[in-house]
């Protein structure tokens, strides 16, 4: 007599599935079953369904199912200043993006800013993001309401009147609050964010520092972004960002330190042994002329790379696939090797290995049973899609946002044929054009 079959939630059948595990398992009539947030098997089609019965099964046929996207860095309510600080250096870009978030950076323009930017991660692929901006508590109370899996936390900042309202004496107190009401939501990861080396003062990194360390998190900055960021961090501090944030005791595995483009030899050395990981964000520093980070002695020396978007604001965009496609062929370029970041490992960036030296490798980034179901299905029945003979080489340089049909995020449901589940998309639209009204009216006097 055969054994009853195991009621489950959801699930996915017939796809061709891409697990990015250990052994970069992929099936080509595959299933993922999933209980709750939970992948309790993956397998061939015929076994799985021969072992689970779900209230809800999606049929994956001439589908390429996989892990969610993870966006290492962004600020992504920043999108409602997209396109309003255009052609322009870093330095002066920051100072405008300051005025502007001084004028118009509230907890309710956050919160549709939120809505904005994880709708466009949802609708991408990205099912995590590690994200920097103001009014942090805000971003994780959307992305509860999203489904979003969002690590944010405290950001300290050292400019006058911040537009979250917050003393600068008072913010350490704030950050732990904010630590300790999400330390164990199931969806939001605190990280500790002071922005640079060059915003905010050493007593306060040192207090952040302490705060990521009571709690356990991980310490996001940036970090060797421009060479004026360089040049004035050792001009006033008597060293370069890396080796300054060392003298500190900053730099560790629960270190992570966005764009790290203008690092010589011996602070890449100096980051492996550290154990810290780069957020490479290469189409923001592209546009900013920022420079081309070092992304293949970092690789070579043992450090790990992610890969991020940056803000809406400075890269126009949230669309993790063209970062995915412009980074390994910019390293091919910038050192004349086009064997240079082969197509599996690049996508390895932006899912096993990006959830790993994020510190949620138990949790994402591979279709294993016992991890969390954030994954994503791509249409494959599509002109961009065919021929499909290398997987990898498809998924890195041929499909993109526009293939992605369906994407659950902790065993939820969030997109399904293409249509949102968790947001009202016109709603939403109209208050981002409301909001956009006022901002272009005003913008021009900032």
């Not at 017939?14 to 993922?32: F, P, Q, S, Y």
């Not at 992948?39 to 021969?50: C, F, H, L, N, Q």
């Not at 302490?210 to 001009?235: D, I, Q, R, Y």
């Not at 990981?277 to 293949?296: D, E, F, Q, R, Y």
């Amino acid at each position: 007599m055969a054994e009853p079959k195991r009621r489950i939630d959801t699930l996915v059948v017939h796809g061709l599935i891409v697990t990015l595990d250990e052994n970069m398992t992929v099936l080509r009539d595959g299933a993922v079953a999933i209980d709750g947030p939970d992948i309790v098997a993956v397998g061939p089609t015929r076994e799985i369904e021969s072992q689970f019965d779900a209230a809800t099964t999606l049929d994956a046929q001439d589908q390429l199912v996989m892990p969610g996207l993870i966006n290492a860095h962004t600020h992504s309510p920043a999108v409602i200043f997209r396109g309003l600080t255009e052609d322009m250096r870093l330095e002066p870009w920051l100072q405008k993006s300051w005025r502007l978030e001084a004028k118009f950076v509230s907890a309710q323009n956050v919160r549709v800013g939120a809505q904005l930017a994880q709708a466009e991660m949802i609708r991408g692929g990205t099912t995590t993001a590690l994200d920097m901006y103001w009014f942090p508590e805000v971003m994780a109370q959307v992305a509860q309401q999203t489904g979003f899996r969002l690590m944010t936390g405290p950001i300290w900042l050292g400019i006058p009147n911040a537009p979250d309202g917050i003393p600068m004496e008072e913010r350490t107190a704030r950050g732990r609050e904010f630590l300790q009401q999400f330390r164990h939501d199931p969806l939001i990861v605190p990280v500790v964010q002071p922005h640079s080396t060059y915003t905010v003062s050493k007593e306060l990194l040192q207090e952040a520092w302490a705060l990521a360390n009571e709690f356990g998190v991980w310490f996001n900055t940036h970090c060797s972004e421009t060479t004026a960021e360089v040049e004035m961090v050792t001009k006033n501090a008597g060293a370069s960002p890396p080796r300054y944030l060392d003298a500190l005791g900053i730099l560790s595995s629960h270190t992570v330190l966005a764009h790290c483009i203008h690092v010589p030899p011996d602070e890449i050395d100096l980051f492996a042994q550290r154990g810290i990981t780069v957020a490479h964000c290469p189409i923001s520093n592209l546009k900013l002329a920022a420079g081309i980070a070092p992304v293949v002695p970092m690789q070579r020396a043992g450090v790990p790379v992610t890969l991020g978007t940056d803000s809406a604001q400075s890269s126009n965009d949230l669309n993790l696939w063209n970062v995915l496609r412009v980074a390994p062929i910019l390293q091919k370029n910038a050192y004349g090797d086009s064997t240079l970041l082969p197509a599996p490992d690049v996508v390895k960036m932006v899912t096993r290995d990006a959830a790993r030296h994020l510190g949620l490798g138990d949790r994402i980034g591979s279709l294993v049973a016992g991890k969390r179901a954030d994954l994503i299905l791509l249409d494959l029945d599509a002109l961009n899609a065919q021929p499909l003979y290398d997987v990898y080489a498809q998924l890195l340089y041929t499909l993109g946002r526009d293939n992605v049909s369906t994407v659950l995020i902790n065993g939820k449901i969030v997109l399904r044929d293409r249509v949102l589940q968790t947001i009202n998309e016109a709603d939403l639209m109209g208050q981002a054009r409301e909001l956009a009204e006022r901002i272009g009216a005003e913008a021009g006097e900032s």
